[in-house]
């Protein structure tokens, strides 16, 4: 008998503000026809002023724990996955713990850019095997509009704000891949390609905030491989093999980049979970919305197996499978 860590409940926020590629257009030197075909981004959503990285977090870590069927107070850990916090320090994990009326446990923030929700998912896991914790909210939530510099039309148009949660408690299995919960996690990262996404500022270095510098090409060049790469990982060591995966829900950064690592994966494009049409790039946020999504509209069911995997600023990326 092995303790996993089992999805208990999903939820997601997106701020009510929708900018469309052709309200961009009229901004920078862009078209709705070149994010369509270069990223398949269509829209995205922009958080409202006063509208903080905490408050979207809360809303979806709320719809999660409805979905669960439990209060905050059932939660031993919050885990925030996030690069946009409400500040410097303290984490925006307890400031979503305090508003969520959580009075015990911990809360703190991931930081791994795109891969966080990942990154967060295997904490989480990790937390919960060594028998530490048996509930934990794990979030995704970005602001992320709000380090983009608007007028770098290769970065403006591809960015969005929005937020997502699983809850995630500790049960019992076999110790096989029959078993619900997480079955594996595959982290990594290679500081060498800092420069290749980054954020020009930061307390330490500028003393401002800063905004997102990307090498897009160079970037896209790495995520099919790497992605590709976490996923395979995933598979082996679970004995698995691509057919058996019910549903694959990559992060969401560009469809041709969901494309090509589901080619070379020779997934089939039925079982591909796909938001960045209408949410664009969320970032941390990005996985836990599409997982939300699917598993809301009845796609996701329980006992299915789940693929997800992210890549972003470092590099760092990795992959975690779920039995639903
Ligand atoms: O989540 C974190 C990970 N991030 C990513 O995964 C992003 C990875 N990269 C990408 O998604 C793509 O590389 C981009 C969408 C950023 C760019 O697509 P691309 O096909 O790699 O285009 P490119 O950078 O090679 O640029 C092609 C052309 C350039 O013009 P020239 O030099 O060929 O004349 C750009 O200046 O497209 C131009 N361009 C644009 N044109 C219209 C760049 N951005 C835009 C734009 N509208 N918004």
Same mark, same amino acid.
């Not at 209060?71 to 946009?84: C, I, K, P, Q």
């Given at each position: 008998?092995?303790?996993?860590?089992?999805?208990?409940?999903?939820?997601?926020?997106?701020?009510?503000?929708?900018?469309?590629?052709?309200?961009?257009?009229?901004?920078?030197?862009?078209?709705?026809?070149?994010?369509?075909?270069?990223?398949?981004?269509?829209?995205?959503?922009?958080?409202?002023?006063?509208? !903080?990285?905490? +408050?979207? @977090?809360?809303?979806?870590?709320?719809? *999660?724990?409805?979905?669960? #069927?439990?209060? &905050? /107070?059932?939660?031993?850990?919050?885990?925030?996955?996030?690069?946009?916090?409400?500040?410097?320090?303290?984490?925006?994990?307890?400031?979503?713990?305090?508003?969520?009326?959580?009075?015990?446990?911990?809360?703190?923030?991931?930081?791994?850019?795109?891969?966080?929700?990942?990154?967060?998912?295997?904490?989480?896991?990790?937390?919960?095997?060594?028998?530490?914790?048996?509930?934990?909210?794990?979030?995704?939530?970005?602001?992320?509009?709000?380090?983009?510099?608007?007028?770098?039309?290769?970065?403006?148009? !591809?960015?969005? +704000?929005? @937020?997502?949660?699983?809850?995630?408690? *500790?049960?019992?299995?076999? #110790?096989?891949? &029959? /078993?619900?919960?997480?079955?594996?996690?595959?982290?990594?990262?290679?500081?060498?390609?800092?420069?290749?996404?980054?954020?020009?500022?930061?307390?330490?270095?500028?003393?401002?905030?800063?905004?997102?510098?990307?090498?897009?090409?160079?970037?896209?060049?790495?995520?099919?491989?790497?992605?590709?790469?976490?996923?395979?990982?995933?598979?082996?060591?679970?004995?698995?093999?691509?057919?058996?995966?019910?549903?694959?829900?990559?992060?969401?950064?560009?469809?041709?980049?969901?494309?090509?690592?589901?080619?070379?994966?020779?997934?089939?494009?039925?079982?591909?979970?796909?938001?960045?049409?209408?949410?664009?790039?969320?970032? &941390?946020?990005?996985?836990?919305?599409?997982?939300?999504?699917?598993?809301?509209?009845?796609?996701?069911?329980?006992?299915?197996?789940?693929?997800?995997?992210?890549?972003?600023?470092?590099?760092?990326?990795?992959?975690?499978?779920?039995?639903?």
């Amino acid at each position: 008998m092995v303790r996993r860590s089992v999805v208990a409940g999903s939820g997601s926020y997106l701020p009510a503000r929708v900018l469309t590629n052709d309200e961009l257009a009229r901004q920078v030197d862009t078209s709705d026809a070149w994010i369509v075909e270069r990223t398949g981004i269509r829209q995205r959503h922009v958080a409202a002023d006063g509208e !903080l990285t905490s +408050d979207l @977090a809360v809303r979806a870590a709320q719809a *999660a724990l409805d979905k669960a #069927g439990f209060g &905050a /107070d059932a939660v031993d850990m919050v885990l925030v996955a996030t690069s946009t916090p409400n500040e410097t320090f303290p984490a925006t994990a307890t400031i979503v713990q305090a508003q969520l009326g959580m009075h015990r446990g911990l809360a703190f923030d991931i930081q791994a850019v795109c891969a966080g929700f990942v990154y967060g998912v295997a904490t989480a896991d990790n937390f919960i095997k060594a028998g530490q914790v048996d509930t934990v909210l794990v979030i995704g939530a970005e602001t992320f509009t709000r380090i983009l510099d608007w007028t770098d039309r290769s970065t403006c148009v !591809l960015f969005g +704000d929005g @937020a997502g949660a699983l809850v995630l408690q *500790a049960g019992v299995g076999e #110790g096989t891949v &029959a /078993d619900r919960g997480v079955l594996s996690s595959h982290l990594y990262s290679d500081g060498r390609h800092h420069d290749m996404l980054y954020v020009d500022g930061g307390p330490s270095s500028t003393g401002k905030v800063g905004v997102l510098k990307m090498a897009g090409r160079d970037v896209f060049k790495h995520a099919v491989i790497k992605m590709a790469e976490a996923t395979e990982a995933a598979l082996s060591a679970n004995e698995l093999q691509a057919a058996d995966v019910d549903w694959f829900v990559p992060h969401q950064a560009n469809r041709r980049i969901i494309d090509g690592t589901t080619k070379k994966l020779g997934l089939d494009r039925e079982k591909v979970v796909i938001t960045v049409d209408r949410h664009a790039n969320t970032s &941390a946020a990005s996985i836990p919305l599409a997982l939300a999504e699917a598993a809301g509209d009845g796609r996701i069911e329980r006992g299915q197996l789940v693929l997800i995997e992210a890549l972003g600023g470092g590099l760092a990326w990795g992959s975690n499978l779920i039995r639903w």
